[in-house]
């Protein structure tokens, strides 16, 4: 069997199994929430109490910047970066409001 034909039988098995599952469970109660109006961001992760995670990217004279940002309650905050950062992103939260992620620094 090619390599191709494997990985083809092997979505096609996962397709059937994951239609299987969906009949035997309710589906998830979800709602979409609208983060505001950027230049740009990302959302990365959410938790359990409803803060979200992620980053936005602003202008600032020549400079574009993307800072790890948290989106509350209707509410964006700028997580601020370590000095002299050029970019920071924020990956994850857990329920305790705790976020991991990433800087990198230098011009």
């Not at 959302?43 to 993307?66: C, E, W």
């Not at 409001?97 to 800087?103: K, L, M, Q, S």
Request: with cysteine; charged share 10%; proline share 5%.
């Amino acid at each position: 069997m090619t390599q191709i034909l494997k990985i083809v039988v092997v979505l096609v098995l996962a397709v059937i199994a994951f239609g299987l599952t969906q009949g035997a469970t309710q589906p998830p109660n979800v709602s979409i929430t609208d983060l505001g109006t950027l230049p740009s961001g990302c959302a990365m992760g959410f938790n359990a109490p409803g803060q979200i995670v992620g980053g936005r990217t602003s202008i600032s004279g020549s400079q574009i910047l993307t800072h790890a940002a948290r989106w509350q309650d209707g509410m964006i905050t700028d997580l601020e970066a370590l000095p002299d950062s050029i970019y920071s992103l924020a990956y994850a939260i857990n329920d305790r409001g705790e976020i991991v992620g990433a800087c990198i620094t230098g011009s």
